[in-house]
């Protein structure tokens, strides 16, 4: 497993922007799919994007398609999530995840390394 950890979250007024950064350690980070899910209060850990290892694949849902952006920099081991036009229902804490199986997976099970999250919140 790699050791993964997320920064830039923060405070963000709706219709504002957001960076997200995720630096992982502990392993060969170009061997690693990487994403990133988040978890609203009250709810369950839902997936939010996803890119393969080499950056050529990526997968969005629908509700982030135009507003969220992935990227990777294999050279810096680290991933990036792009966050623009914030509503206030993107309030969640935001997690990193990796896995070495090269499928990205809109499963929380299908991923085997995890950050401790960080929190976002848009306000209205």
């Known amino acids: 497993q790699v050791h993964l950890v997320e920064s830039g979250g923060g405070l963000v007024q709706s219709g504002g922007s957001l960076r997200l950064s995720c630096a992982a350690s502990g392993g060969t980070f170009s061997g690693y799919a990487m994403g990133w899910f988040r978890q609203a209060p009250g709810k369950e850990r839902e997936f939010v994007v996803a890119?393969?290892?080499?950056?050529?694949?990526?997968y969005y849902p629908d509700s982030e398609k135009g507003r969220f952006t992935i990227s990777r920099d294999n050279a810096k081991s680290t991933v990036y999530l792009q966050m623009n036009n914030l509503k206030p229902e993107d309030t969640a804490v935001y997690y990193c995840?990796?896995?070495?199986?090269?499928?990205?997976?809109?499963?929380?099970?299908?991923?085997?390394?995890w950050g401790q999250g960080t929190q976002v919140t848009v306000s209205s």
């Open positions: 890119i393969n290892r080499n950056g050529d694949r990526t």
């Open positions: 995840v990796a896995d070495d199986k090269d499928i990205i997976g809109t499963l929380p099970d299908m991923w085997g390394s």
